[in-house]
């Protein structure tokens, strides 16, 4: 049976991605080795880096001024390094979820970090829209779309600081104003590449204004200077997000993306909206994600959840259960998800609702 995969991360990955790397793990690059066993600076997986950085700016518009790089460690890494490189005494945190309050958790080590609003109150359910960002800070993080709780801030906004983003989960989904922006940051396994790569793309003059002094390897700076190579990068993942970059690129770009993800996304809430047996947890619809899509069963048939899930397993459903801290359901609808996968999960939610409502 053919499996639909709504893993909230590690998750869905291009076909094209898969099938590619697949090849080089077995022979890369014509070298007759595997691209897991050659060296990082030999010319072909420099150039393999190289060509990752160029697409990363050519897909994103990324203008000039701005570095990308990539490390290790996980966008949980970037929670310490954000503020260990660009905050001297003040920050400010807008907290709409888990990754959120980690994060601002993370800048409380390095001074006062303020957190300017937070949706904990309704259990994360909104993006908070009405605050103030201290202007002294030194930069307001926000994260664009929370994987846990489905909001996600769609839209670019307009503040007077330095703004950073962790944006994870929705990285390439639709076009950015990187201009906007001071440092974007993410993990690759959500929409990328597999699980071991972190992107960063800096704004170079946000640099080198902090009086602490930054050990090497956590120093952005070490990074840009040695092109992602001062210690080994991790091979494989970049690799692998080089090819869905290619992908990417051959479909139409964020462009094309950001209309296949409106589509999906309209397709699977509309769905709920209109099914007895469920609703969504987010009530305002401006305040959805479009990457992962979260919902539960109406009280009156909570019971009922169980035998969805089983129900849904059956129709080859892979990885819907929500996260813990929401409970119910979390269809995560990244990129490489095709919209047919969208509909058989609609399909089976109406099945199961014929029988049970
Ligand atoms: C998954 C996720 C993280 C954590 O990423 P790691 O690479 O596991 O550290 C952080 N922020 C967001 C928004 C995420 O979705």
Redesign the pocket.
């Known amino acids: 049976m053919k499996k639909h995969n709504f893993s909230?991360?590690p998750s869905i990955l291009p076909q094209f991605t898969i099938d590619e790397t697949a090849k080089a793990v077995k022979d890369f690059a014509g070298t007759g080795l595997s691209v897991m066993e050659v060296s990082h600076r030999g010319k072909e997986f420099v150039a393999v880096m190289d060509e990752a950085v160029a697409m990363f700016k050519e897909i994103l518009s990324i203008p000039e001024g701005y570095s990308v790089i990539f490390l290790g460690?996980?966008?949980?890494?970037?929670?310490c390094m954000v503020p260990f490189n660009l905050m001297n005494r003040k920050s400010a945190y807008l907290n709409t979820?888990e990754?959120?309050s980690?994060?601002l958790k993370e800048a409380k080590f390095f001074g006062e970090a303020v957190e300017v609003a937070s949706s904990k109150d309704k259990n994360f359910s909104y993006i908070p829209k009405q605050y103030e960002i201290p202007e002294d800070a030194d930069y307001f993080h926000i994260?664009?779309?929370?994987?846990?709780f489905g909001t996600e801030i769609k839209y670019d906004m307009d503040v007077k600081i330095p703004l950073v983003a962790?944006?994870?989960?929705?990285i390439f989904s639709r076009p950015v104003d990187i201009s906007k922006y001071a440092l974007i940051y993410?993990?690759?396994?959500?929409n990328l590449a597999p699980?071991g790569v972190?992107f960063v793309i800096i704004k170079n003059d946000i640099l080198g204004k902090v009086e602490r002094k930054i050990p090497t390897m956590l120093n952005y700076q070490t990074h840009i200077d040695k092109e992602s190579m001062f210690n080994t990068p991790p091979v494989l993942p970049v690799f692998a997000a080089l090819q869905t970059l290619k992908w990417l690129k051959s479909c139409g770009g964020v462009v094309e993306m950001q209309k296949r993800n409106q589509a999906k996304a309209a397709l699977l809430y509309n769905a709920i909206d209109t099914n007895p047996l469920f609703r969504s947890t987010i009530p305002d619809p401006a305040d959805r994600s479009l990457m992962n899509i979260c919902f539960v069963m109406e009280e009156k048939y909570a019971a009922l959840e169980g035998e969805f899930s089983t129900f849904a397993k059956e129709h080859g459903m892979v990885g819907i259960a929500g996260h813990r801290s929401v409970g119910g359901f979390r269809a995560s609808c990244y990129n490489a998800m095709p919209i047919e996968s969208v509909q058989a999960l609609v399909d089976c939610m109406n099945k199961f609702a014929e029988l049970k409502a």
Do not use: H, R, Y
Not at 186 to 190: L, M, P
């Open positions: 909230a991360g460690g996980g966008a949980s890494l970037q929670f979820g990754w959120a980690k994060a994260t664009t779309n929370n994987t846990i962790d944006m994870s989960s929705d993410g993990g690759a396994q959500k699980a972190t």
